[in-house]
């Protein structure tokens, strides 16, 4: 009798042995996933903020050709 409760206990031990392997496992590649989409997020946004600056760059850009534009305009009409 006594023999047959030390196999079980020791089937319920491997049992738990393997379960917390297999958690661990998991454990990894949920850290691995977690590492990509960390480095993804990063590169978003440092794609992000160059585009902002960028937009930013040509938001000055176009600002100054309007301005010349209307200074062009208004030595034009002066002319006529």
Known sequence: MSFEVFEKLESKVQQAIDTITLLQM??????????????????????????VRENEQLKQEQTAWQERLRTLLGKMEDVQ
């Open 26 to 51: 998991e454990i990894e590649e949920l850290k691995e996933q977690n590492a990509v989409l960390t480095q993804d997020v990063q590169n978003a946004t440092d794609s992000r903020e160059s585009l």
